[in-house]
């Protein structure tokens, strides 16, 4: 199983950025596909969350009402749409499968998202 983070780059504070994280090589339409970020010196913390098939969308206070999770199963690939981006956003972007009942989780490689003044 494979999951490819692409998107990310240095952007302005305010700008706009969309994240992609692709999958391959397992039943991605029914995992729950979760956004986390890591900024330097910091734990992991959660983003967003989209179900697999039925559920609510979730978003972490941090981001709530300046991004939007969404999913093309056929296409494979969960997106992280981020707008008014601050300098806080700043770090490195983690999508995670996680897989119903005792599945077995995957992580992509991580992807850096720098917000400049």
């Known amino acids: 199983a494979h999951l490819v983070e692409s998107g990310g780059g240095l952007v302005q504070f305010g700008g706009s950025l969309r994240l992609s994280c692709t999958a391959s090589?397992?039943?991605?339409?029914?995992?729950?596909m979760n956004w986390y970020r890591q900024a330097p010196g910091k734990e992991r913390e959660f983003v967003a969350k989209?179900?697999?098939?039925?559920?609510?969308?979730e978003y972490s206070d941090s981001v709530k009402g300046r991004c939007s999770i969404s999913r093309n199963d056929t296409e494979m690939t969960v997106y992280l749409e981020m707008n008014n981006l601050k300098l806080e956003d700043t770090g490195v972007y983690f999508c995670?499968?996680?897989?119903?009942?005792?599945?077995?989780?995957?992580w992509g490689q991580g992807i850096q998202v720098t917000v400049s003044s």
């Open positions: 090589e397992f039943a991605f339409p029914i995992y729950t």
């Open positions: 995670e499968a996680a897989g119903p009942y005792n599945f077995e989780d995957y």
């Open positions: 989209i179900p697999a098939l039925i559920g609510e969308i």
